[in-house]
């Protein structure tokens, strides 16, 4: 599985963006997807999962209200919407692919990570 993360950049607090990770190398279908981030000096976070057909998602509190994730699986693309940034959420943000039956927030239960796009909120 390949997975190729965007939509990154540079916004003003209050703003929003919307970052994809399309996916290539099986059906897309097979597996739930999530999004962790990564500030400078701090520990991959989990910010938001996805399952399979995209009927249960979860989220951090952090980022709860703010953010949501949907996917397209005709696409094989998974989103993140992140409306009302804040400069806490500047990080890296990758996008993961988790072949087991469970919507993760756990990192490690990941199978196949995208390359990371950078957010970066001004405020």
């Known amino acids: 599985v390949q997975l190729q993360a965007s939509g990154g950049g540079l916004v003003q607090a209050g703003g929003s963006l919307r970052l994809s990770c399309a996916a290539s190398?099986?059906?897309?279908?097979?597996?739930?997807m999530g999004w962790f981030r990564q500030a400078p000096g701090m520990e991959r976070e989990f910010v938001a999962a996805?399952?399979?057909?995209?009927?249960?998602?979860r989220y951090a509190d952090s980022v709860k209200g703010r953010f949501t994730i949907s996917r397209d699986n005709a696409k094989n693309t998974v989103y993140l919407r992140m409306n009302n940034l804040k400069p806490e959420d500047t990080a890296v943000y990758y996008c993961?692919?988790?072949?087991?039956?469970?919507?993760?927030?756990?990192?490690?239960?990941?199978?196949?990570w995208g390359q990371g796009t950078q957010v970066t909120v001004s405020s």
């Open positions: 993961g692919a988790d072949l087991g039956y469970t919507v993760s927030t756990h990192q490690y239960e990941y199978d196949y």
């Open positions: 190398g099986r059906t897309f279908s097979s597996y739930a």
């Open positions: 996805i399952s399979r057909g995209g009927g249960s998602s």
